[in-house]
């Protein structure tokens, strides 16, 4: 099992940017497993955000060219850079891990994911 926790969270203004942290301790192996972050706003389902999987990145249209997601294997966390944010992105952002998947697309589905942080809330003003 992995244990995941977020940090960053902030309240940031429409055009600001902000890096989010994912520090994950246990049985990481962080080769062989892909983290990801999901986001939620009330009253939805949690929506995917963006994903580190090796050596490859996905991210969800609404983010992508604004969003990076990254890691650094000497201290397991993954980051995740936001720039130009917009008051939609308001939303609490969840870092999650599973095992390497074969099928890339199970990675945009939240149920493809055996651990999950507590989550760190974003706030963009207008």
């Given amino acids: 099992q ?9 309240l940031v203004q429409a055009g600001g940017s902000l890096r989010l942290s994912c520090a ?12 990801a972050w999901f986001r939620r706003t009330p009253g939805k389902e949690r ?6 999987a090796w ?3 996905y991210y969800s249209d609404t983010v992508q060219g604004r969003f990076t997601i990254s890691k650094d294997d000497s201290r397991n966390t993954v980051y995740l850079q936001m720039d130009s944010l917009k008051p939609e992105d ?9 095992p390497l998947l074969s099928d890339r697309y199970a990675y945009l589905r939240a149920t493809s994911y ?7 809330e974003v ?3 207008s």
């Fill in 24 to 35: 994950a301790s246990g049985r990481t192996g962080a080769y062989y497993y892909a983290v």
């Fill in 47 to 52: 929506e995917f955000v963006a994903v580190h």
């Fill in 55 to 57: 050596n490859d990145r």
């Fill in 2 to 10: 992995v244990h995941l926790v977020e940090s960053g969270g902030a």
């Fill in 114 to 120: 055996e651990s999950w942080g507590q989550g760190t």
């Fill in 123 to 125: 706030t963009v003003s």
């Fill in 90 to 98: 308001t939303a609490v952002y969840y870092c999650a891990a599973t």
